[in-house]
């Protein structure tokens, strides 16, 4: 009975510990009414520095932003007008990406959620 019990337990802790995959969480086309004195790539910049993600203007309204967690990598695409962004996956490292099926560990749906907040919140701010 012991020995059952200890099994169930492991199993049990196996499984807690395992997180199903869930779908890649692109944001497009989000409109965002932007704070006087502030450009959206100002807000996007800072967002993405608030939130420790690095953050590279490829060209005027696009930016590749990477964020790197202990042994995660994740880059995203972020393309933007004066008044709406989009956030398109690009890559990931250590986040069982399944490419077929368009699904990723959870917490990278986390990451971009996050991100999204923050800029909303800076596009709001005015930058001085």
Not at 4 to 30: E, M, W, Y
Not at 85 to 107: A, R
Request: glycine fraction near 4%; proline fraction near 3%; hydrophobic fraction near 40%.
């Amino acid at each position: 009975m012991k020995k059952l019990a200890g099994i169930l337990l492991c199993a049990f802790v196996c499984a807690a510990g395992c997180r199903s995959l869930a779908p890649v969480h692109n944001i497009t086309d989000k409109t965002v009414v932007v704070a006087e004195h502030t450009t959206l790539q100002d807000a996007i910049l800072s967002a993405g520095a608030l939130k420790h993600w690095d953050m590279q203007i490829v060209r005027p309204g696009l930016i590749r932003a990477d964020l790197f967690i202990r042994s995660h990598e994740v880059s995203v695409d972020i393309a933007y007008t004066d008044s709406s962004y989009s956030i398109t996956y690009v890559s990931s490292k250590n986040m069982k990406y399944k490419e077929k099926k368009n699904t990723i560990h959870p917490k990278y749906n986390q990451w971009i959620r996050n991100l999204n907040a923050a800029i909303m919140r800076q596009a709001r701010v005015p930058q001085l």
